[in-house]
């Protein structure tokens, strides 16, 4: 009988559960502002992951404007950084309040 370890089963497991991409578009929101850049995480915040569509809170509209242009470059790198497409769309947001950095 041979016996797994947790670090070999844990990934299968969370694949089997369908787990493992929410995990990874949760992993693009920590990393939002190394893979954003610096001049884009300085107005935006990543705060959310759901079926492949990563929510961004944009501070003002010229900004939110800005970034539509931006939105298929963003997706690609999110995917790059993360080497699987498990992002598939960005859905930008005003951020309440202001932009909370």
């Not at 370890?5 to 949760?26: C, E, F, K, S, V």
């Amino acid at each position: 009988m041979s016996m797994d370890t947790l670090a070999g089963i844990l990934p299968r497991l969370m694949q089997d559960l369908g787990l493992r991409d929410a995990a990874a578009g949760w992993r693009v929101v920590a990393e939002w502002p190394a893979l954003a850049g610096e001049r884009i995480a300085k107005r935006t915040r990543a705060t959310g992951f759901r079926e492949g569509t990563l929510t961004v809170e944009v501070e003002g509209s010229a900004w939110m404007h800005e970034l539509s242009f931006l939105k298929r470059e963003l997706v690609r790198r999110a995917n790059q950084h993360l080497g699987a497409e498990i992002v598939r769309e960005l859905r930008f947001v005003a951020a309440r309040g202001g932009n909370q950095r």
